[in-house]
């Protein structure tokens, strides 16, 4: 009976054993550093030293090359780390079997549980070992610096940041726990390559239903289980807090923190970098993606409200950083405000957020010619080519080249026309510009200080128009334009793959041209947006609301309730609504309650609203103290005639024109300024 039991427990040990190693993914040169250890080859180190995040696969690993060294007729000793601290006793008495056996292996688990011990652990008890056996330290904090500050430690300390796996292992993991193939993308999408996170997720992936749909969306079982493997419990609740900032921002510096808590940022800015699964880098602080991923799932599902009050803070404070910026600074800010875009699903596809540093915007030098229009060839063809050339001699400076990080090539280029009058040899040459600006005169004329802007090219044939670390910089490039180029009226996109960008161009409010021109046999599809009828603000917060609630068409209307006056049409409405402004039934007709001057203000009451925006620019001009009282007396205190304004101000009649048309041309001036810029 006894030997039947032994026999059965050998071979459930066997099959367990079995499917450990058939799970098992990746690791490869962890593991050649483990595996010349147990063979004494040029003995690559004494202490192996691992280091990562929770569910990074650290106890996955140990009990990995614990089995190959027990097949390789070594004796493994265990130490749970959870189960020895804090005390030298419990410690030796655990390991001490590696003491007295020279073909023994150590291995150390939940090293940051009895992290307190590491001192003597270094200082007396790893020195008492035989030379012959190996040391694996698994935690999920890196060694304190006493390792290195002793010299004798120096070449026998091996440390090895464990990271997430790559995309082929976290395939491989994903294809080995049955997830089907069609939900991959998903799962990683969220997981990305983090062990824990591919294993939870895959338990739940290999019950859906793949025919159904293939936007797979973690459990809040999964989410709440990574939280508590990889943050456990915070300090207090403004930490919690402060780790969702960070999860939620693209990088959290002391400042973004002290917009987003209202409080003193710097002790909570010291303990997030001291996390193991916070990373820094030149911009700040960032957490690992399953981290953050796990955060905003579990804050969104928690507590809505919270979610969107934090949402909110942040977008206001990066777009304040973004406004602000110049030169070099503006295309980092940017990006930052554009990275909270991320969370909104429907376009995370069209962003990579990936290989940063591989690739970097440059302006466009007369040596990188050859090269831009190189490219232009390979991507669309030698008639874009020659328009290409064209446009490099009229408009250098709104070309923008990607360098190669590594080697400074032109990998890619982008060109952004700003026109504001083309002439007949521009349109002659370029059908897709002639289309844009036929569309434009047509449909809303330019007025004076206006232009168009049109991505003419963006181009980079490796991933032509598609999703890619270039592709991601030219989209922060023309955000950049929108929030900067004060004059801009409309800007028109070319894509030559209208159906694939599709959704990215509904969510951004782009609308079709059309017109397909072609050029070189090929056509190209123009989508347009005119800022004159959904300005900038406007359209800021539109996509704020998507984001937090998903996909919110704009009224069919909304084009039509706004009216684009060129600048005589508006001087003219701008007196007619003066004479009028004591008569809001005669108001109700003026054009100006269609322009944004009056739409943009909200409220349900056109009349209102305008009477309150003349009556607004009329109280700026109290610095012209005479430009005031004339409008004043005359519009706004209901003098019948201009006869009676000018004995009210005691002004010979001619004096009195003369400072009224002053003042009408001063009102028209700063309301027309308020109709195009805001």
Same mark, same amino acid.
């Given at each position: 009976?006894?030997?039947?039991?032994?026999?059965?427990?050998?071979?459930?040990?066997?099959?367990?054993?079995?499917?450990?190693?058939?799970?098992?993914?990746?690791?490869?040169?962890?593991?050649?550093?483990?595996r010349r250890a147990l063979s004494n080859a040029s003995e690559p180190f004494s202490?192996?030293?691992?280091?990562?995040?929770?569910?990074?696969?650290?106890?996955?690993?140990?009990?990995?090359?614990?089995?190959?060294?027990?097949?390789?007729?070594?004796?493994?000793?265990?130490?749970?780390?959870?189960?020895?601290?804090?005390?030298?006793?419990?410690?030796?008495?655990?390991?001490?079997?590696?003491?007295?056996?020279?073909?023994?292996?150590?291995?150390?688990?939940?090293?940051?549980?009895?992290?307190?011990?590491?001192?003597?652990?270094?200082?007396?008890?790893?020195?008492?070992?035989?030379?012959?056996?190996?040391?694996?330290?698994?935690?999920?904090?890196?060694?304190?610096?006493?390792?290195?500050?002793?010299?004798?430690?120096?070449?026998?300390?091996?440390?090895?940041?464990?990271?997430?796996?790559?995309?082929?292992?976290?395939?491989?993991?994903?294809?080995?726990?049955?997830?089907?193939?069609?939900?991959?993308?998903?799962?990683?999408?969220?997981?990305?390559?983090?062990?824990?996170?591919?294993?939870?997720?895959?338990?739940?992936?290999?019950?859906?239903?793949?025919?159904?749909?293939?936007?797979?969306?973690?459990?809040?079982?999964?989410?709440?289980?990574?939280?508590?493997?990889?943050?456990?419990?915070?300090?207090?609740?403004?930490?919690?807090?402060?780790?969702?900032?960070?999860?939620?921002?693209?990088?959290?510096?002391?400042?973004?923190?002290?917009?987003?808590?209202?409080?003193?940022?710097?002790?909570?800015?010291?303990?997030?970098?001291? #996390?193991?699964?916070?990373?820094? %880098?030149?911009?700040? *602080?960032?957490?690992?993606? +399953? $981290?953050?991923? @796990?955060?905003? =799932?579990?804050?969104?599902?928690?507590?809505?409200?919270?979610?969107?009050?934090?949402?909110?803070?942040?977008?206001?404070?990066?777009?304040?950083?973004?406004?602000?910026?110049?030169?070099?600074?503006?295309?980092?800010?940017?990006?930052?405000?554009?990275?909270?875009?991320?969370?909104?699903?429907?376009?995370?596809?069209?962003?990579?957020?990936?290989?940063?540093?591989?690739?970097?915007?440059?302006?466009?030098?007369?040596?990188?010619?050859?090269?831009?229009?190189?490219?232009?060839?390979?991507?669309?063809?030698?008639?874009?080519?020659?328009?290409?050339?064209?446009?490099?001699?009229?408009?250098?400076?709104?070309?923008?080249?990607?360098?190669?990080?590594?080697?400074?090539?032109?990998?890619?280029?982008?060109?952004? #026309?700003?026109?504001?009058?083309? %002439?007949?040899?521009? *349109?002659?040459?370029?059908? +897709? $510009?002639?289309? @844009?600006?036929? =569309?434009?005169?047509?449909?809303?004329?330019?007025?004076?200080?206006?232009?168009?802007?049109?991505?003419?090219?963006?181009?980079?044939?490796?991933?032509?128009?598609?999703?890619?670390?270039?592709?991601?910089?030219?989209?922060?490039?023309?955000?950049?334009?929108?929030?900067?180029?004060?004059?801009?009226?409309?800007?028109?996109?070319?894509?030559?793959?209208?159906?694939?960008?599709?959704?990215?161009?509904?969510?951004?409010?782009?609308?079709?041209?059309?017109?397909?021109?072609?050029?070189?046999?090929?056509?190209?599809?123009?989508?347009?947006?005119?800022?004159?009828?959904?300005p900038l603000m406007q359209w800021l917060a539109h996509n704020q609301q998507q984001?937090?609630?998903?996909?919110?068409?704009?009224?069919?209307?909304?084009?039509?309730?706004?009216?684009?006056?060129?600048?005589?049409?508006?001087?003219?409405? +701008?007196?007619?609504?003066?004479?009028?402004?004591?008569?809001?039934?005669?108001?109700?007709?003026?054009?100006?309650?269609?322009?944004?001057?009056?739409?943009?203000?909200?409220?349900?009451?056109?009349?209102?609203?305008?009477?309150?925006?003349?009556?607004?620019?009329?109280?700026?001009?109290?610095?012209?103290?005479?430009?005031?009282?004339?409008?004043?007396?005359?519009?706004?205190?209901?003098?019948?005639?201009?006869?009676?304004?000018?004995?009210?101000?005691?002004?010979?009649?001619?004096?009195?024109?003369?400072?009224?048309?002053?003042?009408?041309?001063?009102?028209?001036?700063?309301?027309?300024?308020?109709?195009?810029?805001?």
């Amino acid at each position: 009976m006894t030997a039947g039991c032994g026999d059965s427990s050998s071979s459930l040990g066997q099959r367990l054993k079995q499917t450990r190693e058939h799970h098992f993914v990746g690791r490869t040169a962890e593991l050649a550093l483990l595996r010349r250890a147990l063979s004494n080859a040029s003995e690559p180190f004494s202490v192996l030293y691992l280091h990562g995040p929770g569910g990074i696969g650290k106890s996955t690993l140990l009990r990995h090359f614990g089995d190959e060294a027990t097949s390789a007729g070594r004796r493994v000793v265990h130490v749970d780390g959870r189960a020895v601290s804090p005390s030298p006793a419990r410690f030796e008495s655990a390991a001490g079997a590696a003491l007295a056996d020279e073909s023994a292996v150590l291995l150390v688990d939940s090293f940051e549980h009895c992290q307190g011990l590491e001192d003597w652990l270094r200082d007396r008890f790893l020195p008492r070992l035989p030379d012959t056996v190996p040391v694996v330290l698994a935690g999920r904090d890196g060694p304190g610096p006493q390792w290195r500050a002793d010299p004798a430690w120096r070449d026998l300390l091996k440390v090895v940041p464990l990271r997430n796996l790559p995309p082929e292992n976290a395939v491989a993991l994903l294809t080995r726990r049955g997830v089907p193939p069609e939900l991959h993308e998903s799962v990683l999408t969220f997981a990305g390559g983090h062990p824990l996170a591919l294993r939870l997720a895959a338990e739940v992936a290999v019950t859906s239903d793949a025919s159904v749909t293939s936007a797979w969306q973690p459990s809040q079982n999964v989410v709440e289980t990574l939280l508590t493997q990889l943050i456990g419990d915070t300090p207090s609740p403004l930490h919690r807090h402060a780790l969702e900032v960070c999860a939620h921002a693209r990088t959290t510096t002391e400042e973004l923190l002290r917009a987003a808590l209202d409080t003193d940022p710097g002790p909570i800015f010291a303990w997030l970098r001291e #996390l193991p699964f916070i990373e820094s %880098d030149a911009r700040g *602080l960032h957490p690992h993606d +399953v $981290v953050r991923d @796990a955060l905003n =799932h579990d804050l969104r599902w928690r507590d809505p409200q919270g979610f969107e009050t934090m949402h909110r803070r942040l977008h206001s404070y990066l777009l304040g950083e973004a406004l602000a910026a110049t030169g070099s600074a503006v295309l980092p800010t940017v990006g930052a405000m554009m990275y909270l875009q991320r969370h909104a699903q429907v376009i995370r596809r069209y962003f990579t957020w990936q290989g940063e540093g591989e690739v970097f915007e440059d302006s466009y030098r007369p040596a990188d010619r050859d090269a831009v229009t190189a490219l232009a060839t390979e991507a669309e063809g030698a008639e874009s080519a020659s328009i290409v050339r064209f446009w490099l001699d009229r408009q250098p400076e709104n070309c923008f080249v990607y360098r190669s990080s590594a080697t400074d090539a032109v990998v890619a280029f982008m060109i952004w #026309l700003s026109l504001s009058d083309p %002439d007949p040899q521009e *349109l002659q040459t370029d059908p +897709v $510009v002639a289309t @844009a600006w036929r =569309h434009c005169r047509s449909t809303a004329p330019l007025r004076c200080g206006e232009h168009i802007g049109i991505a003419r090219f963006m181009v980079h044939p490796p991933a032509y128009q598609r999703p890619s670390p270039v592709t991601d910089l030219v989209q922060m490039r023309m955000l950049a334009w929108f929030l900067h180029d004060k004059g801009l009226a409309t800007h028109y996109l070319v894509l030559r793959d209208a159906e694939f960008w599709q959704p990215h161009l509904a969510y951004f409010d782009d609308h079709p041209v059309g017109t397909v021109p072609k050029v070189g046999g090929r056509p190209y599809h123009l989508y347009f947006h005119d800022w004159r009828l959904t300005p900038l603000m406007q359209w800021l917060a539109h996509n704020q609301q998507q984001l937090l609630y998903g996909m919110q068409p704009r009224p069919a209307q909304e084009s039509a309730e706004l009216l684009v006056l060129s600048r005589p049409e508006f001087d003219a409405a +701008v007196r007619a609504g003066l004479r009028t402004w004591r008569r809001p039934d005669e108001l109700a007709t003026n054009p100006l309650t269609r322009s944004r001057l009056v739409v943009n203000q909200g409220g349900t009451d056109p009349r209102l609203a305008l009477r309150d925006a003349l009556a607004g620019a009329v109280d700026r001009l109290r610095d012209d103290e005479r430009s005031h009282r004339v409008l004043v007396t005359t519009f706004l205190n209901g003098t019948p005639t201009q006869e009676a304004a000018a004995d009210r101000l005691g002004l010979p009649f001619s004096t009195y024109r003369r400072h009224l048309a002053r003042a009408l041309d001063r009102l028209s001036d700063l309301l027309w300024e308020q109709e195009l810029h805001g």
